[in-house]
């Protein structure tokens, strides 16, 4: 039963949301934004990601803000924050996913003339926010090596519909055993557009080479 | 609008799948069937330690058999017959947790009088499958120290319900800075009654610990 209203709402809501999507995007580029929307499991690695990158684009003189979204809390938030940016808050209670209406309800507390680029941070999972573009110009999947060789395999979805595949943490490949060439490999066989990027996001390595794949 | 539908939707989703969940424990009761739902985010290491437990509950004459839960794919199908038990593969396309319709459908297919203990591994995240009950005796979620000390914190939900929260990968937890006692502080303010079990399932270290908080 669960499945058959599952399918009957669908389409309702996914055609709703690809709309507001649709908006979100008129919306940034009447004010110049990029937008990145920023996903993958929980632990990744995403925040530290954005943070890196941050940290690097505002030495060039661009102006970055992040939206930050979990289920519950504002530890992301408050890390985003100590960076100097503008940053909103999307708790999103019960779903696993942020979607285009509670991102044009953000944007509205924004001052979207300051910003350059904005990172959108989805609810960490590999599942539900692949449904659901928010509008942005670039999506971004992040695994970590720490999550084992099969992430791709096991969803096929969210890795094919992504512009970027970051593969992070690769500083700790050898301790836990996953070659990040199965990955890739994957990767490359499932979406043979897509970028493939690794990174130690810890250590800032390979943050120059995402930078240049997302055409920031 | 998503928003209002998921919400207006909820309640009756969630109530048929509470009553299909009753329908499976008393199923489960009159085959003197031990259930666990076995949830966590992706590469926690759900398979790893349901496996070891399988071999140590096999040595002692326990009959286990397995459901595993993915969205695609099934590689952790593969693992768990390696071991040489009863599996059923349930691949749930777009959705983002099992639900008890789809537990009551596999146990059809499954000899509920040759086994002792059933490991339901449920889909990767922790945030879909804490509102879907399947009918098992115990939920556990297993989280691991390289997804970082704010998973409690930012999972409320899912931790609050659980009777057991396993921390897994401690050997990674120095490699990675994330102290377990930090994570285990959190559950415990959360939710006191719930245990908390420390494990390095790939070395085999906790193991006992996790079979006996489970009464198994």
Known sequence: MHDVTSVELGIDVLGMNKKLADDNRNLL??????AIDVMGSIGSGKTLLVEKIVDILKSRGIKCAAIAGDVSGEDDYNRYKSHGIPVENINTGK???????SIEHTFQ???L????VLFIENVGNLVCPADFPLGTHKR????????????????PIIFGLSDVIVINKIDLSEVVEVDPKVITADAQKLAPHTKVIL?????????????TSLEL
């Open 95 to 101: 779903d696993c996913h942020l979607n285009a209406h």
């Open 199 to 211: 990174t130690d996001a810890k250590h800032g390595d390979g943050i120059e080479d995402l930078i």
């Open 29 to 34: 580029d009447r004010h110049n934004i990029k």
């Open 113 to 116: 003339d300051d910003i350059d």
């Open 140 to 155: 971004i999947v992040v695994i970590s090596v720490t999550e084992g060789d099969d992430m791709v395999r096991k969803h």
């Open 109 to 111: 507390k924004m001052a």
